[in-house]
């Protein structure tokens, strides 16, 4: 039967999920350069624009800082519960 045996593709999908974020951020990133030096760009962009918007509106700016924050303590909240739950 074609289901009872194993895959080559099986063993490298274990060895990938037994890969750390970090690790799996490096092995990406060694894939495919340019989309991470695209990550980077929109990176900066996104820094620049909010540097741009403080000096013009900071109120706005303002709230738009706090709700970056806030979406990543409950980003990073969410990893850490996800991480002990699951291990």
């Given at each position: 039967m074609a289901g009872?045996?194993?895959?080559?593709?099986?063993?490298?999908?274990?060895?990938?999920?037994?890969?750390?974020?970090k690790e799996r951020i490096a092995v990406a990133t060694a894939q495919d350069p340019s989309k991470a030096i695209v990550v980077i760009l929109?990176?900066?962009?996104?820094?620049t624009f909010l540097v741009a918007l403080s000096l013009v509106y900071p109120t706005v700016a303002g709230f738009f800082l706090l709700g970056?924050?806030?979406?990543?303590?409950?980003?990073?909240?969410?990893?850490?519960?996800?991480?002990?739950l699951g291990g």
């Open positions: 009872s045996e194993p895959s080559a593709d099986d063993d490298r999908d274990d060895a990938f999920a037994a890969l750390t974020l929109l990176g900066l962009f996104a820094l970056t924050l806030l979406l990543t303590v409950l980003a990073v909240g969410g990893y850490l519960i996800l991480t002990r």
